[in-house]
């Protein structure tokens, strides 16, 4: 049996797990996890994850919970793989740059327009914050489409890489709470050229 062990959940971030590992052809098992109502999981959940939140990634008898380390971790200890740009290519510190601007940079904004317009019940939705989130999110979506995208099919070295999953994950959040339909164009056939990837269909099927 792998030592790799996802704890999954639709639509969450272990997406981004299971994109790279598939993107990797690693071979690992998935644990589904509950997530229809919070916190997530169950008690033996917790003993993985104690903030009960998604992914949770077992090699052996380490975890992580974190989404984008997690794929660091992936692609420093089962690489070499195109996934990852080296500190010696050109590209490398846009590709850090890009990796960790998918959780850094988008995920206040994205939050709080997906609480505020879509996960709240209505009556604990503040429409202030939901539109100062979405003029936000805007300007995010226009800087990948200026800055990450201009002249590029993929964010950094001229292919696939962890920083598009990173980034793209985020497009679907926004695209699952019909918040994409204002992006740039350019980030429409970007998301779609991804989403077509054989990986992101596994990772995204359940």
Partial sequence: MTDLVLYHAPQTRSIRVRWALEEMGLDYRIEPVQFKSRPAGDEA?????PLRKLPAFRDGAMTMTESN???????????PSDLEVKPDEADYGRYLQFLHFGEGGMT????LLLAHTALLPEDQRNPALAKWAKIETGKLLDYLADHGLDGRDWLAAGRFTAADISVVYMLYLL???RQFDAAPEILKVYFARATGRDAWKKASAD
């Fill in 45 to 49: 959940f917790a003993k993985i994850s």
């Fill in 69 to 79: 380390a997690i794929l660091q971790y992936l692609l420093g200890k089962y690489g």
């Fill in 108 to 111: 206040m904004p994205v939050s």
């Fill in 175 to 177: 695209k699952i709470i």
